[in-house]
């Protein structure tokens, strides 16, 4: 249940700092996650980026100031972390669907959008499929890009540049440097603002000045199996990774990076195999 409470303690954070600059940096040590991973958890587990819930959290308690004749536009703009009224009413108009000096007026429609809580749902799906192995330090050689939670970016620049990739021959060219027939896809160095890099490459043992090398540690790896064509099965097996394991299962997640595991085959299949490597530890007690 520490897993429970500290989430919660995020949004409760965010609730009391509306009217103030959100410190990332302060929601990872009150959820006790490293660089980007609380900001992945939560657009996972409630569909949208921890950016837009903190703007649309914003922009209704916004809109219940303005409401008020005590306020004047400028005054909530301002209040609510908008360098300008224009930029505050663009933002508004686009999330209301009217400007900030129409909400005034009798007869007008707001949206409401309430502040969240996580909750362990307990589901009657099938168990997981996953192990927890030990593995030695090891080194991946490839290509990398920057990439961000901020509105989603993320999921639709990863599937490009694996799209990108793989027509370009560049996939072919890497494998030459494998020393295990695999092809991983990294996630790691992420920043509290939600930023992080993301590498295709595998595991070599030497450097090559062509590509980029990262240092994985020694660590006990929890690894979780996805059977199915891609992305659809292994967005599954990440969300229950977020809803069913990680609150229930003991482990936390390691501050490292983590990573997808691409054997060789056909990704559109419905028998295609490949795997989710969580870096955790054990839960103190």
Known sequence: ???????????????????????????????????????RMFSHLLGIPLSEYIRRRKLSDAAVMLSSKNHSVIEVALMYGYESPDA?????????????????????SLISYPKLSFQIKLKGSEPMKYRIIEKEA???MG????TTQEENMNKMIIPKFWNEFN???KCEALNKHAIENNVL?????????GTFSYMIGV?????HQDYETIHIPKATWAIFESRGPMPHAIQKVWSDVFEIFLPTSGYEHAPMADFELYPKGDVTSQDYYCEV?????????
């Open 185 to 193: 896809g990294v996630c790691y160095d992420g920043k509290p603002d």
């Open 138 to 140: 090891f080194q991946v």
């Open 143 to 146: 290509v990398s890009i920057k």
């Open 1 to 39: 249940m520490d897993w429970l409470i500290r989430m919660n303690l995020v949004l409760e954070y965010i609730e009391s700092n509306l009217k103030n600059d959100i410190d990332y940096d302060q929601i990872q040590q009150i959820s006790c996650t490293s660089g980007d991973f609380f900001q």
């Open 88 to 108: 505050f009413t663009y933002a508004f108009k686009k999330y209301h669907g009217i400007s900030p000096s129409e909400v005034k007026k009798k007869n007008i």
């Open 167 to 169: 027509h370009s021959g």
């Open 277 to 285: 490597w969580i870096p955790v530890i054990r839960k103190q007690e």
């Open 203 to 207: 595991i070599a043992s030497a450097k």
